[in-house]
């Protein structure tokens, strides 16, 4: 009888947990920008790195098909977004929750106007493999430097 009384109350723990992780990371992929730079670049030149963190509760980010993308990063001054590819970052087939860091280095940018510089940011989530997107974030401002003004 004592047994069972403890099956019981390891199992109710155990259930417990399972719906305090569920509620500390959804199943909704979370991120969080780190750093992105640098600051002021020169146009064509210079690379940005962006850095962020995420946090998903069924581990299901990422993709296998290298053309299937689930990061999107949008330019300020254009209207569509660019989508880049995120390897699965949890173990395949299973739901467990997941945690880490990311850096992408995004393609050099250019000025698109006509003059000495010009001023964007960019916006930029993630989409899980069950379809939901994660919070939008927005970097501060860059500073893209136009190379026959130096």
């Avoid at 001054?77 to 660019?82: G, K, Q, V």
Wanted: proline fraction near 8%; charged fraction near 20%.
């Amino acid at each position: 009888m004592n047994r069972i009384i403890l099956i019981a109350v390891i199992a109710l723990g155990l259930s417990s947990c399972k719906k305090e992780q569920a509620d500390i990371m959804p199943f909704e992929p979370v991120i969080e920008l780190l750093s992105i730079g640098p600051g002021t670049v020169v146009e064509f030149e210079q690379a940005v790195s962006l850095r962020f963190s995420y946090a998903d509760g069924d581990g299901d980010l990422g993709r296998t098909d290298p053309d299937d993308h689930s990061l999107w990063v949008k330019d300020s001054r254009l209207d569509a977004p660019d989508g880049y590819h995120i390897i699965p970052l949890g173990p395949p087939d299973t739901e467990v929750p997941i945690q880490g860091e990311l850096v992408v280095e995004l393609s050099p940018l250019f000025v698109i106007g006509n003059g000495a510089q010009e001023v964007m940011t960019y916006s930029f989530h993630i989409v899980d493999r069950a379809g939901n997107k994660s919070n939008e974030l927005v970097s501060p401002p860059i500073t893209i430097l136009a190379q026959d003004t130096l």
